[in-house]
Structures are given as C-alpha cells and as structure tokens.
C-alpha cells in the first residue's frame, strides 16, 4: 500500500513537471498600412502546428518548450518570420505586415525601399489616405512630406500645385502605375482630370530630388509614384460619403476583388463630388471612375485598366495683392496697404476695393459676378482624359522577368475668359456681367452680318487643350547572380495636341465677330461665329519620344548600389491652321505668304491658295538627344542607422515652349536643359521613431522659362 501511494505521488509529481514544460506563442497580426487587423492570417511554428487569426486578427498556439520559427502569411502580403524561445510562460509576437508589391509595379514604377535605395523619399500610406484625404486633391496629403509644399492656389478643387525642394511639378515626374502623367509639352500635371485617384491607391511615394526612376523623364526636384490596387490587394468593398465645412460634397464607392478563382481580379471604383469650395463662385460639379480587370496564369498577369474623371469647376484665377483680401495678414508683411487701396480703382474694370471699403475679405473671388440672379464666373475648367492601360508580366524563370505597358490617355476640354472688358460693381468689387448682357441684348444691329441679330461685344471663349497621346514602356529585367540584378527597356510615346479657343458663351448675344482665320475671307458669313466655333488660334503640336534605358544594382551585406543611363530622342513639330499657307516647292519652302486672296510669284509662277503647293503653315521637325546618368550607394551601418550617397546628370530636350514660338516661327539654336545633382544623406530607424538628414547640391542650366 504504502509502495503504491509513492508511485501515485510520483507521477503525480512527473505529470506537473510535464504540463508546466509548454507555454503559448500568441499576438495580433496587422495591416502596416491601415494598422487594421488582417482575419485570417495563417500562423505556422512547424509542420502540423498551425493556426489562423481570428475576427480580431489575434492568435494563440500551445507549443512545448523550446526553439521555433514562426512564419505569418496572408494573401496580398509579404510573409514574415521571426525566431524565438519558448519556455513555461507565454510568449507575444505582434506583427506588422506589408502589403506585397506586384514585381511588375516593382519593375515599372520604380519604387524605393528603406535601407536599400540610396535616396530621399517618404511613403503615405493607405492608413493616412484614407483618414487625411477627404474631399482635397491628393497633393494636398504631401504637406507633412519633408521637402514638399502643396498649395490649393485660389481654392478651387483640382486646382491644386505641388513642390519639391523648390521645384514645380512641371519639373517633377507624376507616375500612375509606372507610365508617366506629365504634359508632353510643358510638363504641367492637371490634377482635377486625377480626381477619385485616391480611392483606389494602394501606395504613394515622393522621392525627393533625382529620385530611382529609369526612365528620361525630367524628375530634377523630384518623382511621386502612385500605385493603384489590384488582384494582390485584400477583397474588400465600401461606400463613403464625404463633406467639408464649405459645402462640398463627394460620395464614393469601391471594390477590390483580390484573387478569383481561376486567377481573375476586378478592382472597380467611382465617385461624385459636388458643392462648393472655399473661394466664392468656386463650384465643382465631378465624377470619377476606376476599372481594373486582371488574369493571373502560371507564368503570366495580364492587366486592362480605364479611368477618368469628368469634371467643370469654378476657379479664383486673378493674382492681387493681399490687402484686397486682408488688410491685417498685410500690415504684418509690411505691404502698404493704403497705396493699395487707393489704386485698386482707377478703372471701372480694377474696381476691387476703395480706402472706404477696405479688405474684400479671404474668400473674395474677383472672377465671378450676378447674371440674372445667379453667381456666373468668368473662369471655368472643364476636361475629361480618359487614360486606358494594358499590361503584361511574364516570369519567364528565376531570373528573368519582363513587363510592358501599352497606354493611352484622350483629353479635351480646356478653360474659360472673358473675351473683351466687363466693368467691376463699385460697391462690391464682382464683375458687373449684368450690365454686359443688357448691352449685348440690345446691341446695335450689324446688317452685313445678320439683319436681325445682336452681336455680343463681351463673351466668353474656351482656351481649349484635346490631346491623344500614345505610349510603350517595356522592361526586362535580369538576375545576373546572387547579388547582381541588371534591367533594359525602351519607352515610347507619341504625343499630338489641339489647342483653339472657342465661343463658350455669348452673354445674351446671338453670335460674335472674329476674323482671326487667315485662310478665310474677312466679314460675314465667316467671321460670324457662334457657340463652339473656333476663333483667335488654332494649332496643333506634336512631340515624338522614343528612348532606351539600362540599370544595374548590386547588393551584399549592408550594401547596396545602382548606376542608371538613358538615352532619348525628342521631336517637336507645330502646325498653325489660323496662319497663312506655306508654299512647299521641290526646291524651297517659303512660309505664310498664301492667306486667303494672297497670290505668290516664284520663278515666273504664279501662285494661290489653292495650288496644290499651298499647305498648312507647318514647322520642319525639331530632333533633340538626350541622356542621362545616375547612381547611387547605401550602407546599413548597424540595425537602426544607414547613410546613402548618389549623383546624376541629366542632358534633356528643351520644352517646346523654347522651340516654337506662337507664330509658327522657330527660335534660334534652342539648347538642352543640363542638370548636375549630388546629394548626401543619412537615416535613423526605430519601430516608433525615425529621422532623417539630407544634403543636396542642384546646378540646373538653361531652364526653361514657365510659362507655355
């Protein structure tokens, strides 16, 4: 008996030891973009020992004690591992996942990575979009960004200009999913035809200064890399309204798919955004629309997208002087406000303000005034660019992989001003378009043009701006060996725009009289033109790109290094359908001398503007070279710290501005913009805290000049 108590109490005693052998791995696992938690993650610390998150993104595993990898994955995100010791007590590991970039994104849009690439750039991530955004233009999320200033100029929506380190977003390459948004011809972005861009952007990041991109693309102060959602996003589905203190509304809605069965993804989204902003009279009436289908097979992604955003906003255009607006923001900068005050009014069209009236107050709007009981601004921008991408990415093997874009974008639309004078109300400062419409509803009749109709002496016209632009970009990328990594690509773009100015609105008019066109007879019935005629200009531009580029990148231990070339080829060409014709011989070219009525004698023959030689007055083509090189090294100091270097010089085309003038004519000997960049750095890296310091040096020569 007594043997058999000890026995008892022995295993008793063996049985305790055994259970208090064990403890539990347990945590929460998150989206390190959102901070939400991601239900569903799979959890695994060795074969047969799994589990999954709960609704809460939490874990918990019994294991014994001992030594384990425990290794998190998710669809759409990068797997993580991490080591650790278990003994009898319970063990916490949080995580933070990233979500997975596509290669293909990878490759395209040349994205840069913490304690990798050696340059100055920030990530906003979908956490802060979603939270800060709201009804603002994207640029506008960029003012925490070091370097950066965004400004909503006169507070219009999608009026919105960015800056990097000084420079304009003229001369700050915009990408969308690798391919390029910048104007061909003046590098301007227009982020009203952006709008809803937003809703569906899985990452953003600026890089600061000559940044990581490959292409020849004019990024002297810098690249901003936006990446849109598709098949490796999370599923997901929502509606969101939206309104801010000034009565502007925006209703929108989105869905993302992830991966379908048989491989298929569908992101889908659209939005409304109504009201008005925060200057007076600036209204917004848009819509918005995202749709990306895509396939995914064994070795291949095929990718089609189209969005848009058809848009007509109220603009604060006018530049004054700021104690029109407020007279104490003047005083404390020292402007003389009363100088200002007594001049505003010494025209019937300056009547801003008087000494009397004093400051009109910041949300005074100049370009607006009453028309039959209603607000009517004199500057409207509407456009609508339609942008249609398809691509492919094929993973040939381990070290091969390739992706090409094929893009297109159609823009038209443009801007309205006032054609001729309207008067200012003394009293409140607004354009009197009142009294322009009565005076043209009863303006005299011009019986050489219609025996019963007005002709409007102040009208509205259209600066118009319509564009069909084509491109290629295509990329191979190759694993040369464990730490070597080499690219090639071309890129390829064909750009053509129209740019006329038209009747938008005749004021209660019944037509107006223009007789701009050369190439027509003067006077009726040609020079009357109605709403939507063409009228001052009309030309065309036409700019050709075609280029090659190459990288290599090296990277072991705690360096890492890239060197960049690119070559290109830009061709300018202007064609003017206002302008007199240009007599094309075999021999010579003799231009703008066959208007309508014109005759030329050349060699003994006569010559009309309905010879066969007579043409549009069209420029010869402009071809310019242009290469660029970069490069760039990083070293990781220790686990927390890392310093970079890199440097570049860019040899661009000038602009087109710089080539052509608006009469048709070339300038002489335009030269290539060259840029000299180096910059220094050197990061600081906690899971709560970082820092950074940059040092930079930029020469730029022959800038162009900023207007178009």
Same mark, same amino acid.
């Given at each position: 008996?007594?043997?058999?108590?000890?026995?008892?109490?022995?295993?008793? /005693?063996?049985?305790?030891?055994?259970?208090? %052998?064990?403890?539990?791995?347990?945590?929460?696992?998150?989206?390190?973009?959102?901070?939400?938690?991601?239900?569903?993650?799979?959890?695994?610390?060795?074969?047969?020992?799994?589990?999954?998150?709960?609704?809460?993104?939490?874990?918990?595993?019994? $294991?014994?004690? !001992?030594?384990?990898?425990?290794?998190?994955?998710? $669809? !759409?995100?990068?797997?993580?591992?991490?080591?650790?010791?278990?003994?009898?007590?319970?063990?916490?590991?949080?995580?933070?996942?990233?979500?997975?970039?596509?290669?293909? &994104?990878?490759?395209?849009?040349?994205?840069?990575?913490?304690?990798?690439?050696? /340059?100055?750039?920030?990530?906003?991530?979908?956490?802060?979009?979603?939270?800060?955004?709201?009804?603002?233009?994207?640029?506008?999320?960029?003012?925490?960004?070091?370097?950066?200033?965004?400004?909503?100029?006169?507070?219009?929506?999608?009026?919105?200009?960015?800056?990097?380190?000084?420079?304009?977003?003229?001369?700050?390459?915009?990408?969308?999913?690798?391919?390029?948004?910048?104007?061909?011809?003046?590098?301007?972005?227009?982020?009203?035809?952006?709008?809803?861009?937003?809703?569906?952007?899985?990452?953003?990041?600026?890089?600061?200064?000559?940044?990581?991109?490959?292409?020849?693309?004019?990024?002297?102060?810098?690249?901003?890399?936006?990446?849109?959602?598709?098949?490796?996003?999370?599923?997901?589905?929502?509606?969101?309204?939206? &309104?801010?203190?000034?009565?502007?509304?925006?209703?929108?809605?989105?869905?993302?798919? +992830?991966?379908?069965?048989?491989?298929?993804?569908?992101?889908?989204?659209?939005?409304?955004?109504?009201?008005?902003?925060?200057?007076?009279? *600036?209204?917004?009436?848009?819509?918005?629309?995202?749709?990306?289908?895509?396939?995914?097979?064994?070795?291949?992604?095929?990718?089609?997208?189209?969005?848009?955003?058809?848009?007509?906003?109220?603009?604060?255009?006018?530049?004054?002087?700021?104690?029109?607006?407020?007279?104490?923001?003047? =005083?404390?900068?020292?402007?003389?406000?009363? %100088?200002?005050?007594?001049?505003?009014?010494?025209?019937?069209?300056?009547?801003? *303000? *008087?000494?009397?009236?004093?400051? =009109?107050?910041?949300?005074?709007?100049?370009?607006?005034?009453?028309?039959?009981?209603?607000?009517?601004?004199?500057?409207?921008?509407?456009?609508?660019?339609?942008?249609?991408?398809? @691509?492919?990415?094929?993973?040939?093997?381990?070290?091969?992989?390739? @992706?090409? $874009?094929?893009?297109? @974008?159609?823009?038209?639309?443009?801007?309205?001003?006032? =054609?001729?004078?309207?008067?200012?109300?003394?009293?409140?400062?607004?354009?009197?378009?009142?009294?322009?419409?009565?005076?043209?509803?009863?303006?005299?009749?011009?019986?050489?043009?219609?025996?019963?109709?007005?002709?409007?002496?102040?009208?509205?016209?259209?600066?118009?701006?319509?564009?069909?632009?084509?491109?290629?970009? @295509?990329?191979?990328?190759?694993?040369?060996?464990?730490?070597?990594?080499?690219?090639?690509?071309?890129?390829? =773009?064909?750009?053509? +725009?129209?740019?006329?100015?038209?009747?938008?609105?005749?004021?209660?008019?019944?037509?107006?009289?223009?007789?701009?066109?050369?190439?027509?007879?003067?006077?009726?019935?040609?020079?009357?033109?109605?709403?939507?005629?063409?009228?001052?200009?009309?030309?065309?531009?036409?700019?050709?790109?075609?280029?090659?580029?190459?990288?290599?990148?090296?990277?072991?231990?705690?360096?890492?290094?890239?060197?960049?070339?690119?070559?290109?080829?830009?061709?300018?060409?202007?064609?003017?359908?206002?302008?007199?014709?240009?007599?094309?011989?075999?021999? *010579?070219?003799?231009?703008?001398?066959?208007?309508?009525?014109?005759?030329?004698?050349?060699?003994?023959?006569?010559?009309?503007?309905?010879?066969?030689?007579?043409?549009?007055?069209?420029?010869?083509?402009?071809?310019?070279?242009?290469?660029?090189?970069?490069?760039?090294?990083?070293?990781?100091?220790?686990?927390?710290?890392?310093?970079? &270097?890199?440097?570049?010089?860019?040899?661009?085309?000038?602009?087109?501005? &710089?080539?052509?003038?608006?009469?048709?004519?070339?300038?002489?000997?335009?030269?290539?913009?060259?840029?000299?960049?180096?910059?220094?750095?050197?990061?600081?890296?906690?899971?709560?805290?970082? %820092?950074?310091?940059?040092?930079?040096?930029?020469?730029?020569?022959?800038?162009?000049?900023?207007?178009?």
């Amino acid at each position: 008996m007594k043997k058999n108590c000890l026995l008892l109490l022995s295993f008793f /005693i063996s049985f305790s030891i055994f259970a208090q %052998s064990g403890g539990e791995i347990k945590g929460t696992i998150k989206d390190a973009s959102t901070g939400e938690t991601v239900v569903g993650a799979s959890i695994m610390v060795a074969e047969g020992k799994a589990t999954t998150t709960d609704i809460n993104g939490n874990y918990a595993i019994k $294991v014994d004690s !001992g030594s384990y990898t425990v290794t998190i994955s998710y $669809v !759409g995100f990068e797997p993580k591992k991490q080591k650790v010791k278990v003994g009898n007590k319970s063990v916490t590991l949080n995580f933070s996942l990233e979500t997975k970039t596509l290669t293909e &994104v990878e490759v395209v849009a040349d994205v840069a990575k913490i304690r990798e690439t050696p /340059i100055a750039f920030s990530t906003i991530s979908v956490k802060q979009i979603k939270e800060e955004l709201g009804t603002r233009d994207l640029p506008m999320l960029l003012n925490s960004t070091p370097g950066v200033y965004a400004t909503e100029q006169g507070g219009g929506s999608g009026d919105a200009r960015v800056s990097i380190r000084g420079f304009d977003q003229r001369n700050i390459a915009v990408m969308v999913d690798g391919v390029p948004v910048n104007d061909m011809e003046n590098g301007q972005v227009y982020w009203s035809n952006w709008d809803g861009l937003g809703d569906i952007t899985q990452s953003m990041q600026v890089q600061r200064g000559l940044g990581a991109s490959k292409l020849a693309i004019a990024s002297v102060g810098g690249t901003i890399n936006i990446i849109t959602k598709g098949i490796d996003s999370k599923f997901g589905a929502g509606v969101k309204q939206e &309104v801010n203190s000034f009565g502007l509304y925006k209703t929108s809605f989105g869905f993302n798919s +992830g991966q379908l069965k048989g491989g298929w993804g569908i992101t889908l989204a659209g939005s409304r955004k109504w009201g008005t902003s925060y200057a007076d009279a *600036t209204f917004t009436d848009a819509y918005s629309y995202f749709l990306k289908i895509q396939k995914r097979f064994k070795k291949h992604l095929f990718s089609l997208s189209a969005n848009g955003a058809p848009q007509s906003h109220g603009q604060r255009s006018d530049k004054l002087s700021l104690a029109i607006y407020s007279e104490k923001l003047a =005083r404390d900068l020292n402007i003389n406000v009363d %100088s200002v005050y007594k001049y505003s009014g010494t025209a019937p069209f300056q009547y801003h *303000t *008087t000494a009397t009236q004093g400051e =009109r107050g910041i949300k005074y709007n100049p370009n607006w005034g009453e028309l039959n009981g209603e607000k009517f601004n004199d500057r409207v921008n509407f456009f609508h660019k339609p942008q249609f991408n398809f @691509s492919h990415f094929w993973t040939a093997n381990e070290k091969l992989n390739v @992706s090409t $874009v094929l893009y297109m @974008s159609l823009g038209k639309g443009g801007g309205t001003g006032i =054609r001729g004078t309207v008067d200012r109300d003394s009293t409140n400062g607004q354009l009197n378009f009142q009294q322009a419409y009565n005076f043209n509803i009863n303006s005299a009749i011009n019986a050489s043009y219609s025996p019963t109709e007005h002709p409007s002496n102040v009208y509205l016209r259209a600066s118009n701006n319509n564009h069909k632009w084509y491109g290629l970009i @295509s990329t191979w990328n190759y694993k040369v060996h464990q730490n070597i990594s080499a690219f090639i690509g071309i890129d390829g =773009r064909y750009y053509r +725009g129209a740019h006329y100015q038209s009747v938008y609105d005749l004021i209660g008019g019944d037509y107006a009289i223009d007789n701009s066109d050369k190439n027509l007879p003067g006077g009726a019935p040609h020079g009357l033109k109605r709403v939507g005629d063409k009228v001052t200009y009309f030309n065309e531009a036409i700019v050709m790109w075609g280029g090659a580029f190459a990288q290599v990148e090296y990277k072991k231990n705690k360096w890492s290094t890239f060197l960049t070339g690119t070559i290109s080829e830009t061709g300018y060409q202007r064609i003017d359908y206002f302008k007199k014709k240009d007599l094309v011989l075999p021999d *010579t070219t003799i231009a703008q001398v066959l208007g309508y009525g014109n005759t030329y004698t050349y060699n003994g023959v006569t010559y009309t503007p309905d010879s066969p030689e007579a043409k549009t007055s069209t420029t010869v083509r402009k071809w310019f070279l242009g290469y660029t090189f970069k490069g760039g090294a990083n070293y990781n100091i220790n686990d927390h710290m890392n310093a970079f &270097v890199n440097l570049g010089y860019l040899n661009m085309a000038p602009r087109m501005n &710089v080539v052509f003038d608006n009469n048709n004519k070339a300038f002489l000997h335009p030269k290539n913009q060259k840029v000299y960049a180096i910059e220094g750095g050197y990061g600081l890296h906690y899971p709560k805290f970082a %820092s950074n310091v940059n040092l930079y040096y930029t020469l730029w020569k022959n800038k162009p000049p900023s207007y178009t």
